[in-house]
């Protein structure tokens, strides 16, 4: 059973107290659920597209956060509407221990999201680590909201333009803990090149790396980059940028025994994201992953010129649950992802 | 053995380590834990992408049949049992790497042919893959494996790791460990050794050493000067199911207690280790264990409680005694609750009791350690119109609902300074996103990557028997009928007894 709480042309203090009465009135009337106590979430969309990130809220499942206060913004609008929800959910309760969903949407105009935080700040559940994440731009709530949210979430691939997805990232991995869905989203093939690359007898293949091809879905370019930032960044390389020619992105990255070509080639799939990956070695080496039949399938061939053929098991996540991901994330520290972006800022000046 | 080779900068900020390409074999791969445990467990970890890079499964067991057919078998037992719905591409990609053999345990057929097949992966894949061979069968075979895996030269590779890992009960007596331990070590190096205890692989139990060790606040009052006694219990409302043969053979102390529950103790009363490799956790464990009061024949009675349970009423339904069970013996003597008080005697511990109980049919189902504080010196309270002031009481509870609960004296509203006990309760599930891994995708996943730390080394086995055995033989020798308790209640009333003054059992 959800308590439902709303007004019009409300206060941040009367939110609050409200937010308090419902957590009061479930205590009393013993419903069950617990209040969660892991992250706020903060969440900034356009009042007209909200429904398309609710129903990705929805679909986070137990990755949910303690607390998500959603300020849908409308251009004119002058007063704070507010409605809070406390609910649990009911499928949870074999579990006895449920959750309890603590969800503020705020109806909010473009005049208030330079001082957001002003409106927000006594929402959040103190000491708790604070994500925010405007799915539709609104960099200036972003940036009022910086000092008191830890973590920012992005979705580089949602940027039409990579140049600026990337430096958009990287600006703000300068200044507060980014999370990126599309970062996320190449965490098996990170995973999967670091392990191919594991066995002592191919451990130092690395370091003679002369080539790495990329292949992604036409628009996945941002992703692709991002990979490519990543081994750059983890192998000392330094990148130059990368120019088009021929439908692919190429360019030179220095590395520490030579020169490193990079380039980045559309792939013709359904799905976005990462299609596939070639390293080559100046030894005659060279490793391929790409999409396969439940997993990665990989190709190894040897300086003989003798390959082998293998598929690296792992089931496809689908994008339900990359924003769970997200917020899971959120409470993680990953050192890779800024340099990272930094590389991949280079490669696309 | 491995060369060692420079670190793989790659690896930096991933949450999953890579594991060097890995073939398992599974002897007993047709049995119960094979189907219900090991299979899916390994499913789960290729779904999620976590088996290494290369992985190849080579099931050893008595019948005869084809790869194919052990392929239909392992199929079917993930379908059934996997934590995470099968996605049949995956499931196919696993199975196409599976293959099995056949032959009795005793014979040279078996060993012959995992070596050909073991070979044929290396070579098929131009790469030496590790091996860890799986233990899943009946214990009296584990001395005969061991020992012609040794005779075959297939316990150590030039360019890979050869692992083995050993499932429960190792041994049924102190002298069957050691005598197993003799056996296994004769053939095997101890880092190549993993003896599963699958309760180490649980995120609960790794939690109580996050609690003791990443926390400043409890450290100063674990000890004897502040801790008044601890009680561990492990209790169940079931009885024993279909599980006749087994548990009759075992009983509570050899079931839970030998292991489980004596893991907990260890991990409760060990000092902080330097670090958290296997070495250095498993060494202040076996300290506690040796530590631990030596118990002789004259003293099993006044430390020891055992029990069978009787008819009675469990959850609104009547249950039967476990005389009555299908499959236990009318004149059965086998304990279905065992409680012990235990002293650890140490500079820390000293003068402290531990109470472990287990028991099958009890009121509830619930793992836990409570902690009692010392009383407070003085009291400047009155305690009319009150329960009055308790001992402060920390538990720590394992399941079903993980988590931590402190008791405190409060206030109780009013004009007259009366207190109560309120309770300032954590539950794990309200803090964290992630799902707790199985513990045997755990435990499997560190025995590919040579992480013992969570398993039971050679001295932690034998100073868990060294605690068991005295008090199992004195049992042997003490003709029945045991006392009994009703089912669903608290536990026999002999239990009492082992309470020290002052000192009641906790509710189950």
């Known amino acids: ?116 935080a002003t409106v927000v700040d006594p929402l959040v559940v103190t000491d708790l680590a604070t994500v925010v994440w405007a799915p539709h731009g609104h960099a200036e709530a972003v940036d009022s909201l910086r000092a008191l949210a830890q973590v920012v979430l992005l979705d580089s691939v949602e940027e039409p333009e990579p140049r600026e997805a990337i430096a958009r990232a990287g600006e703000l991995a300068e200044r507060a803990y980014v999370v990126d869905l599309a970062w996320l989203r190449s965490t098996p093939w990170r995973e999967r090149i670091t392990a191919s690359f594991d066995p002592p007898m191919w451990r ?31 192998l000392g390389w330094q990148p130059g940028s990368v120019v088009g020619g021929g439908g692919a992105l190429t360019g030179r990255a220095r590395g520490r025994r030579g020169d490193v070509a990079m380039r980045l080639e559309p792939a013709g799939q359904d799905v976005p994201g990462l299609a596939g990956i070639t390293a080559e070695t100046s030894r005659g080496m060279s490793l391929s992953l790409d999409r396969g039949e439940g997993g990665l399938r990989a190709v190894r061939r040897r300086r ?46 | ?190 880092r190549q050794v993993f003896r599963i205890d699958h309760y180490l692989g649980k995120e609960t139990v790794q939690n109580v050493l996050a609690f003791r060790f990443a926390n400043g606040m409890f450290e100063p009052l674990w000890n004897r000067n502040y801790i008044d006694h601890v009680q561990i219990t492990a209790s169940e409302d079931i009885g024993i199911g279909t599980r006749a043969g087994y548990y009759d053979e075992s009983g509570a102390l050899r079931d839970l207690v030998q292991n489980h529950m004596l893991q907990l103790l260890t991990l409760l009363c060990m000092e902080p280790p330097v670090d958290f490799s296997a070495d250095e956790v498993r060494g202040e464990k076996v300290k506690v264990l040796h530590a631990i009061a030596p118990i002789t024949p004259d003293t099993v009675s006044d430390i020891a409680v055992r029990a069978q349970y009787a008819g009675g009423v469990v959850g609104g339904e009547a249950a039967p005694g476990y005389l009555e069970e299908e499959g236990v013996p009318d004149d059965s003597n086998t304990e279905t609750y065992a409680a012990l008080r235990l002293h650890v005697d140490n500079w820390r511990w000293a003068g402290v ?35 009055g002031v308790k001992p402060n009481q920390l538990i720590l509870t394992v399941q079903p609902n993980e988590g931590v609960s402190l008791s405190l004296g409060a206030k109780i509203p009013g004009t007259r300074m009366r207190i109560r006990p309120v309770n300032m309760e954590f539950l794990y599930g309200t803090a964290f996103l992630s799902q707790s891994p199985e513990a045997y995708e755990r435990l499997i996943m560190d025995a590919m990557r040579g992480d013992a730390t969570l398993f039971t080394r050679d001295d932690e086995v034998e100073g868990q028997w060294r ?42």
């Open chain 2, 1 to 190: 053995m491995a060369t060692v080779v420079e670190q793989n900068p790659l690896v930096e900020g991933l949450e999953r380590l890579p594991v060097h390409p890995t073939t398992l074999v599974i002897f007993g791969a047709t049995g119960d834990l094979a189907k219900r445990k090991l299979l899916p467990a390994l499913y789960n970890l290729a779904h999620e992408g976590a088996l290494p890079e290369r992985f190849n499964l080579i099931g050893v067991s008595r019948s005869d049949m084809p790869d194919e057919d052990y392929r239909a078998i392992a199929r079917e037992s993930i379908e059934k049992y996997s934590r995470t719905k099968t996605d049949d591409k995956v499931l196919s990609a696993l199975l196409e790497h599976v293959r099995y053999v056949s032959g009795t345990f005793d014979t040279l057929d078996p060993y012959d042919g995992l070596q050909r097949v073991a070979d044929e992966f290396d070579e098929e894949a131009g790469i030496p893959f590790n091996r860890v061979y799986y233990l899943s069968t009946a214990p009296s075979f584990f001395p005969m494996i061991i020992d012609a895996l040794g005779q075959r030269g297939l316990d150590e590779r030039e360019d890979a790791e050869v692992r083995v890992v050993i499932e429960k009960p190792f041994g049924t007596t102190l002298e069957e460990a050691l005598d197993l331990n003799r056996q296994v070590l004769h053939v095997f190096d101890e």
């Open chain 1, 204 to 234: 130092s293949e690395l370091a003679a790396i002369s080539s790495v091809t990329v292949r992604h879905h036409p628009s996945s370019v941002a992703a692709a980059t991002l990979l490519l930032g990543w081994l750059s960044s983890r």
């Open chain 2, 353 to 387: 009791p531990f109470y472990l109980r287990t028991g099958k049919r009890l009121a509830r189902k619930v793992t836990e350690i409570a902690v009692t504080l010392k009383p407070v010196p003085h009291l400047a309270f009155g305690q009319d119109g009150s329960v």
């Open chain 1, 304 to 349: 003989d010129g003798s390959e082998s053929a293998w598929t690296l098991l792992g089931a496809s996540r689908g994008e339900a649950g990359i924003l769970g991901e997200g917020i899971r994330q959120a409470l993680l520290r990953d050192p890779t992802y800024r340099p990272a972006v930094r590389a991949a800022g280079q490669m696309l000046g």
């Open chain 2, 467 to 508: 605690i068991c055995d005295p008090i199992l033989e004195h049992w042997a020798e003490t003709p029945g009928p045991l006392p009994t308790y009703r089912a669903g209640s608290q536990g026999p009333e002999e239990a009492e007894r082992l309470l020290l003054p002052g000192t009641k059992w906790r509710a189950i």
């Open chain 1, 1 to 116: 059973m959800e308590g439902v709480w709303s007004a019009e042309d409300t206060t941040p203090g009367a939110i609050e107290s409200a937010l308090r009465g419902l957590l009061r009135e479930r205590y009393t009337q013993e419903h069950h659920g617990i209040p969660a106590r892991v992250l706020n979430l903060v969440v900034v969309v356009d009042r007209d597209w909200r429904g398309e990130i609710e129903n990705r809220l929805a679909r986070t499942g137990r990755y949910h956060p303690s607390r998500t206060i959603v300020c849908a913004v409308e251009e004119r609008r002058t007063a704070i509407d507010a409605v809070v929800t406390l609910g649990a959910d009911s499928d949870d309760e074999e579990d006895d221990v449920t959750p309890i969903r603590e969800r503020v949407e705020l109806k909010v105009g473009r005049q208030h999201l330079k001082h957001l």
